[in-house]
Nanobody, 120 residues
């Protein structure tokens, strides 16, 4: 399985971007998808993702500004980012967890990352 992410770029503070990610190839497990990011000198962190129950969860820093959506049948996930701030600058990674009912199989799948830069 390969994840292909797109949609990053340079935007001014207060602007918006939409990231897209699609999984290709066959997976034996159900893919539960989401987004992480990594800023220079920092650890990779969760931005937003779906749970196995289909609910969405967000980092506190993006609540109210970012919205995750997707199509589980098509293994796609999107991230609508509004009111962007300079602190949102990072490489954004698409992630797919491999679900077998109530357990997850390792390793996760990761996309190649897409750069988001927010200027002040």
């Amino acid at each position: 399985v390969q994840l292909q992410a797109s949609g990053g770029g340079l935007v001014q503070a207060g602007g918006s971007l939409r990231l897209s990610c699609a999984a290709s190839g066959r997976s034996r497990e159900k893919l539960v998808m989401g987004w992480y990011r990594q800023a220079p000198g920092k650890q990779r962190e969760l931005v937003a993702r779906f749970t196995t129950e289909g609910r969405s969860t967000y980092a506190d820093s993006v609540k109210g500004r970012f919205t995750v959506s997707g199509d589980t049948d098509k293994n796609t996930v999107y991230l609508q980012m509004n009111n962007l701030k300079p602190d949102d600058t990072a490489v954004y990674y698409c992630n797919a967890r491999r679900s077998r009912g109530t357990i997850f199989v390792l390793p996760d799948y990761w996309g190649q990352g897409t750069q988001v830069t927010v200027s002040s």
